[in-house]
């Protein structure tokens, strides 16, 4: 009995410490759970994830449409895309965000949030891979090269997306300039002495701009360049109307145009 | 992190399609264009046994052929004078290049299509479609800035005829600037054209100054 008596102090103290432990250890985790939670995720929500898990979980909604194993590919291409994407902003923004911390620019939740993206992305990266394993067959191991093949999509889409943008660069270019040689042209035409124009030696040749507008209309070539030149030679006085009219070629029009002739050559070599 | 938006989402079950219901929301005007785009890669991977895209070093070595063949055709009709023709094959080429799958390697689409809009561009000076052959010519060194002196070239030649002297005194330096490291061996056009395009601006500055 005195045995007994003696151990329950010791025994009680263990229980108390232990027990306050375990409450401070639970209730601090809780609240550490709950401000994770409430933090504002560092990402949107990202579609192609909603879309393939959506595909995934298909089944097992009531009355089950059977989803093939390739839109199931395809859905986890696109995204591994979205999450690769994010991977690359997530290591670029880490450093400069670390000098940020460091001088006191940015508060410790944007760290903490920040921290916490780039598990959600590690993790969401892992799954990717995972479910890649899942659906690749014994010759072909997905897993090793999707986010080899989803990293080139990203680069071939921003190509492609610049490439858009330069077409559109173009064809103002070329509208600008079919106004304005419109503009010369006209002007051109209705100034007496068309040869004297030529002969001054202004930047823009208003002969090249007329020769280039006409080809331009003319469009294709044949093979009688011989015969238009002989055209051109004879009706000098009036370039107008065989400029306007004769399909000519570029070869044709270097009687009308001798600078222009020497541009052209120097450009085909 | 371990929940999702389940989406409306249903399939069709002969085409296998994905289909999403369609009203005027702009989500879901988002979710419908990230639902199309899903549908033409699932559509693009169906050639491959089990759908997997090839790792990006394996590209489909008939496209290559025919870009190579067309281009090659173009040289050809260009050879012969048929500037327009050429225009038509080189713009083929060019649609069969930029028209590769997506997870194919960009860098080579990169080169191919800087080749190309490189020879239209000649092709547009030949025929002298200035403008047309100044963008060719600048989407060529925007996609290829090194090794590309001709695009340089080619580009500051249809600015210049186009009278726009500064702008072709600029891409001028800049040609120079990347072909730097091969200077004296490769540049000597690039040079030549400055000169005349130094000259020109001269010329230009003179006849105002006479005028004024």
Redesign the interface.
Known sequence: MINLATFIPPILYIVIIVGSMATFSSLYRKRKAQAAASMEPWFPPSLPRDIYLTLLHLPDTPNPPKIPDSVLRAALLRRATDVIQKAIVIRQSKGPLQALLQKGSVGDDTWAQFLQAEQTIDAEIKEVAEDALALSNQNQQWAQFIFQSAAEMITNERLRIKLEEQNIKSQEWSEWWNKRSEKVRSEFLASEGVEEEIGKGTSVNPAAVLTGLVERKAGNVSDEDGVLVEAEVTSPTSPRESKGSNKSTPIATPTSTPSGSVRKKKGRK | ?DS????P???D?VT?T?LCPSDTSPSSS??ST??T???T??RS??QF????????GLVNPKRSAQINKLRESGNAAFRK?????AIKLYSLALEMC?G?P?????AL??EE?AMIYSNRA?AN????????G???A??SC?LKPKDNVKAWY?RA?CLK???K?EDAREVLEMGCEWEAENQGKTDGDLRALLRDVHK?IE??ER?AGSAA
């Open positions: 992190m999702f938006t389940l989406l989402l249903t399939i079950k296998n994905v988002e979710l990230a639902i785009d899903l549908n890669l699932h991977m169906l046994e089990n759908a997997i895209p090839p790792p990006p004078q048929a500037f327009g023709e930029l590769r997506h997870w194919e390697q960009s689409v990169r299509s000649q000076i030949a025929s002298r479609s200035w403008a047309e100044m963008c060719d600048e989407m925007a080619r030649l005829e186009m009278g002297l020109a010329e230009k006849v």
